[in-house]
Nanobody
Framework: QVQLVESGGGLVQPGGSLRLSCAAS????????MGWYRQSPGKHRELVAA???????NYADSVKGRFTISRDNVKNTVYLQMNSLKPEDTAVYYC???????????????WGQGTQVTVSS
């Protein structure tokens, strides 16, 4: 029904930058909020940043001023630009998309497969 393909993770040194992408495809009628979450070993999955279809954004306090979320509504893609990365940013990053697959279907949440981000010297 809905497929999410993430890319852009990898290994980066502290202070470096990465850009994550998440493209949604399939039987999508309308997309609402798109977001990025992360999970590191032994911790709960946490919200990193989210953006509504109106362009409003929300960030975790730990990434404010360093990360920027954006979206391309034509490409059904959400991005996360991560600057000034710190070792504590190391985690698996997941995208989440809220969308409808039909005009009469309720809104549903779909998750990407996750992409590893490792910040280390």
């Amino acid at each position: 029904q809905v497929q999410l393909v993430e890319s852009g993770g990898g290994l980066v040194q502290p202070g470096g930058s990465l850009r994550l992408s998440c493209a949604a495809s399939g039987s999508i009628f309308s997309i609402y909020t798109m977001g990025w979450y992360r999970q590191s070993p032994g911790k709960h999955r946490e919200l990193v940043a989210a953006i509504t279809n109106g362009g409003s954004t929300n960030y975790a306090d730990s990434v404010k001023g360093r990360f920027t979320i954006s979206r391309d509504n034509v490409k059904n893609t959400v991005y996360l630009q991560m600057n000034s990365l710190k070792p504590e940013d190391t985690a698996v990053y997941y995208c989440k998309v809220e969308c409808r697959i039909g005009i009469t279907t309720p809104r549903g949440a779909y998750w990407g497969q996750g992409t590893q981000v490792t910040v280390s010297s």
